[in-house]
């Protein structure tokens, strides 16, 4: 049985609002947590997607985050540590036709998921993978996570972390993640409009984003939102324009392939760099600003859609391998025989 | 002055031949021919083959040797034999390995090009010292042929070169052991001819390689004796040759097709469960989908996704790939979603023998997940068992809304015999928990999907269905809405609901019956998955000579049969032999507190006839 796929219908036609998607279950994260934000406006984006609310479902794995599911009123499951990407690929391979979210955290996609983040990006899902990244084990009370600095004090490295931290985005682009983007909890309207294009990009889509543990790692995220630091710490991706931050004031500019912070009043925005998401080069080097001491300059971060580029998805080739045989003869009673039966009387 | 020499004709009920040689001698296909030829000619048959361990062990050495086992006979046949009564080898390795399995007096068919020099190095004869000549053979029967220049002489008008010819010695050695055994080659004619429609000069070749073979026995003087085996009684039906995981593959395309379910098989590959991975992926034209996933973990969790949305899941592994899978099938049984595991066993731990036989994992199967996670256990007994065991599994899995773990092991995933194949329209209909209609599901609107039925079951209700818009998940769950409960009375409530639901199959399944002997003899052997055949074959023999014993086999474990324990209770003994330290022991005993013996065997081996008969006689007075 094969699903047609589902057209996907203006807001006004299912007549669902924000509220319609929120479960009767009290919620039950600290308050305060960046993840109120990021449920909010998943859950204001999704009447606009104007698909009956039966057709969508929330998986995901263990973590704070993890407790998603059950805020949503639609279909969804709240499965193991690490593993809701695993579970996400087998619901969409049965039913394509579903609009499947994933819901996980920096521990349970980069640590004990890892291996499923990978190849789940690799095989290219249609699934929307929200990756909230808090750069602590919040759940289990405060341990570092895959993602936390190096030199990170918390309960289990009361000395500091030894470990290196995972940069995601470029975890994502060496996955070959055909749609890679970072948001963060404290600017909803850029989360809605990721929020928007990753349900409209064909294919598994990666979006981290920064949230905030105000429990246990509070302020982790506080350059790229504090009103002091912000406008020179973050730069906002736009498609076709060019890369400016600082309110306008400093630009990137590509010295060759390394990236340059320059001043907008000696240096024209015209010769700054063009964000071009197709252009999986350009978001590798996009993705390296993020470890400040291997470039030159103070590079901001960035926000928005790094990376996103087409390509078939696995459901797709896996239901066009069943249509391309489809006219071969399916009976049951000759495939029980097989080609050398015989008889005894 | 021509010598006139009578050819006898032996009469056996059954005989076991063994085809060895290094793997680029064609063997298996030797032996799928000989296999085809008795199937038509109406003989039960069970063969079993063996690959060498290594991939590509060099040519003529003792790790290179493939041999091809088969038992064919005018009786019912439960194994692929234990010892040989003809040992059929190309070269000097492939005795070597073999021999001390041949029964004493038993004929040994050699390749003598096969014995030179070179080769008795390569398979560490001392001193080039060669077992045909040395008078080391005595106690067989020895013929020793050769084949290479037979072959070649026969074909020197063929326009083959000179390795195509030598290719076609198995064809010769085939042809002869038709002979020997009283069968004609037609049916090998007509497979070369369609194997090779394209290469007609191949197709010639190997004909008459065959058919000189035959000859060869009939003309050549050293024969004095044919074997004959006549056709056995098999109930009359439709036949095909199936092995145990083509069984477990069909069985689960049968099980969707015939129940309007799309299949989802996702599987890690691993010895000796792969080949079920790869049946599945040819049958496109089904609708079946196929996921190699990335680990044994992701395998198991998208069967889950799959299941969630309404898909028949399966996923299958062997040990190692079971335990990984552990933690996720803890998770279908707390979310009571139907799918069916299987377990190909082999030898372990860690990954242990992983080309052998074991059954070892039933402690695994029943108690191998955290917390109480209760699931129904299944195992086979026989390659055609797997069909409808695997069936079996899905139609509870699903009129059960639970995993189903089936054990097989690779024994029976790789050994063949003939099968009565089923027509579809009289396979057993799987009855889907109905979407419920009423008032009782709904809460304010909300779907409850935890209501149940007098068997604890749940409806089924796929991702995707209107209205019914549900949270699922792993953490313990409030009796009706599934929504996270932590109250200590829901948990215990839940742990026994969960327990009484894989009680309650009990009643859905087939009481428990002897397979051979009667009630309340003397001793009863128990058993379980591949023992069957070697157990089922020693208990027939000793049956028909009058020893009190009985057989009685498990296909359920979990739950047993509601009328296991009175059953037992009606023999004087009960001994288990099993492939394992006594793991269906523990469970007897616990259960019954039955006092059951156990008959180990732990050689990465199955048990022969004789090693059960002499369990079975020690247990006697
Ligand atoms: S511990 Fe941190 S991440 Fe978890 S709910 Fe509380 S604030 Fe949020």
Redesign the interface.
Known sequence: MIAPKIKKKTADVNGLTPKDYASDQDIRWCPGCGDYSILKQVQSVLPEFGLPREKTVFISGIGCSSRYPYYMNTYGMHGIHGRAIAIASGVKATNPELDVWVITGDGDSLSIGGNHLIHGLRKNFDLNILLFNNEIYGLTKGQYSPTSPTGKVTKSTPFGSVDTPFNPVALALGAEGSFVARGIDRNPVQLRDILKAAHAHKGASLVEVYQNCNVFNDKAFDLFTNKETKDDHVINLETGKPLTFGGGTRGIILDGFTPQAVDLEKVSENDCWIHDPSDKIKASILARFFDYTVVRGDLPRPFGIFYQHERPTYEEVLVQQIKDHSHEKADLDTLLSGANPWEIK | MQKIVEKTLTKSDEVVILFAGDSGDGIQLTGGQFT?TV??F?NDISTFPNYPADIRAPIGTLSGVSGFQLKFGCVEVFTPGDKYDVLVVMNAAALKVNLANLKTGGVIIANLSGFDAKNLKLAKYIDNENPLTDHSLDGYKVHAIDITKMTREALKESSLGMKEIDRCKNMFVLGFVYWMFSQKPDNTIRFIRDKFKKKPEVAEANITALKTGYHFGDTSETFTSRFQVKAAK?????????NGNQAVA?AL??AA??N?L?L?Y?SYPITPASDILHELSK???????T?Q???E???A???????????L?ATGSSGPGIALKG??L??AVI?ELPMVIVNVQRGGPSTGLPTKTEQADLMQAMFGRHGEAPMPVLAVASPKDCFDTVYEASRIAVEHMTPVLVLSDGYIANGAEPWR????EDLPEIKKPPLPDNGKAFR?D?YLPYIRDENEVRPWV??????????????EKELLTG??SYDPENHERMVAIRARKTEQIAGDIPQQTINRGTEGADLCVLSWGSTYGAIETAVRDLVDEGVPVAHVHLRYINPFPSNLEKLLRTFRKVIIPEMNRGQLSVMIRDRFLIDARTVSKMKGLPFTVDEIKEAIQNELP
């Open positions: 085809e199937e038509l109406g098999l109930p009359p039906g439709r036949y095909r040759n199936i069909l395309v049968a097709r015939r309007d799309d989802f996702a049958h496109k034209n089904f609708g079946v989908k996921f996933a990335e680990d973990i992701a395998a969790c998208a069967a889950i996704g799959s299941s969630f949305a309404g898909g899941a933690e996720a803890g998770l979310l194949f089923p027509a579809s304010e909300a796929p991702v995707g269905t209107e209205k019914y818009e549900h949270r699922i998940g792993g953490l929504n996270v």
